[in-house]
Structures are given as C-alpha cells and as structure tokens.
C-alpha cells in the first residue's frame, strides 16, 4: 500500500535556528498537505500543493513539492517557541476511490529551546 | 464555528469490555475518516466513508474492531473485545467533496484499557 516516510522523526532547535522536515512517498501523488499538532491537540491543517515543483509560503513557513511529485519539504525560519508541535504530511494518490484517502507520515516532533 | 465533535473525549474501559466513540462530522462534508494515532505508530487510518458507503477499511483489525455511518451526522467506531493494545487516542476527521480537500480533525477520544 502506499507509504509516506517522513523524516526526521525529533528535532531539538534553539530559538532562532531554522528547521526543516522531509517528506517522501512510495507512490506519486495528487496532492500532499501538511497539517501541525500542538501537544495534546488534534492535526490542523497548513497547507496543500498540487502542482509538480510547487512552492508555497507562509509567512516564516516555506513549501516545496518536488517535480516528481514524491517528496516533499516544510522548513521554518528562525524557529519561535510557537513552533512547538509535530508537523505532518499527508498524501493523496490520484484518481478513484483511493483519492480521498489520506496517509499521514509519522511527523516531525519539534521542540524549541528558548 | 463549523467543526467535527467526537464523544468521549476519554474512556478508561477494562479490557474484554465494548467500546462505541462517535463522530459528528462538519455539517455538509461527504468525508470521513477515523485515524488512531499511537507513538510507535503515529497516524494510521483505520477506515474512511465517502458518502456513508465505507470506500476503505483495509487498516482495521476486523475481527474486533466495526466503523458505521448510520446517517451523515453521526460516524461510530466500535471496539469489542477491546484490549490493552487499542489504548490510543482515536481521531476523526471529515472532509468535503473532493478529493483535494484537507481534513478537519475533531479532538479525538483518549482510550485506555486495563
């Protein structure tokens, strides 16, 4: 079945320090999104590519789908504090029934030393 | 403010008891998916429903483990026998009618079983 790997799985950051997590999958997909889950809270969607080698931002947060649309990458700027969570992909295949269905990585669990 | 709403929040059970977690998906989504979200093995979709109609639940223990949609307001995910292994926290989530569309998440229900 399809497989997301996501990596890695923690990361330590001092405030102000960059962060990325990757994303890869056995499959190509239609579209990926990434989701963050605060501790103790449930996944909240951040954002969705589509398109091959599409890059997306928002604000410190940067999104890249690459051309062959089996990886992917989240990377934070100058981490802050509120940083703090476990960030997600999660992939859809193309078309049919299998389209709605989506598989999540394992996360990135990110803390954030201030 | 549209959002899923999952019953109970916790549940602490003995083992070999029955165990019935609902959903109330966002009002007009035609998507849902229950996720059970461990540490060893993050995110896995159990099952998900596409207008009611079950499309997957290949990641379900079949012999204990039941997921309905008796109408497009109320998704149930039932455990009996239930065991110390299904201790987890059990997310649902809904989506809308496309298949490029993200996931809302409720806030989960906390299992534990002794």
């Known amino acids: 079945g399809q497989q997301v790997m996501q990596i890695p799985q923690y990361q330590h950051v001092q405030e102000g320090e960059d962060f990325t997590t990757y994303c890869n999958s056995s499959?190509?997909?239609?579209?990926i999104q990434w989701y963050k889950q605060r501790p103790g809270g449930h996944p909240v969607f951040l954002i969705q590519?589509?398109?091959?080698?599409e890059v997306k931002k928002q604000k410190r947060l940067t999104f890249q789908f690459g051309e062959a649309k089996k990886n992917s990458s989240l990377h934070i700027t100058a981490t802050q504090t509120t940083d703090v969570g476990t960030y997600f992909c999660?992939?859809?295949?193309?078309?049919?029934?299998?389209?709605?269905?989506?598989?999540f990585g394992k996360g990135t669990k990110l803390s954030v030393i201030p | 403010d549209a959002r899923v709403t999952q019953t109970p929040r916790h549940k602490v059970t003995e083992m070999g008891q029955e165990v019935t977690m609902r959903c109330q998906p966002i009002?007009?989504?035609?998507?849902v998916f229950w996720y059970r979200q461990t540490m060893m093995q993050g995110l896995e979709l159990l099952a998900y429903?596409?207008?009611?109609?079950?499309?997957?639940d290949s990641g379900m223990p079949k012999d204990r483990f039941s997921a309905e949609m008796p109408d497009a307001t109320l998704a149930t995910l039932k455990i009996q026998p239930s065991e110390p292994r299904d201790s987890a926290v059990y997310f649902c989530?809904?989506?809308?009618?496309?298949?490029?569309?993200?996931?809302?998440f409720g806030q989960g229900t906390r299992l534990t079983v002794v």
């Open positions: 999660a992939g859809r295949k193309g078309s049919g029934a299998g389209s709605y269905q989506l598989t």
């Open positions: 590519l589509v398109k091959s080698g």
């Open positions: 499959t190509t997909l239609s579209n």
């Open positions: 429903f596409r207008n009611r109609a079950p499309l997957d």
């Open positions: 989530a809904s989506g809308g009618d496309r298949g490029n569309t993200e996931a809302f």
């Open positions: 009002l007009g989504h035609n998507t």
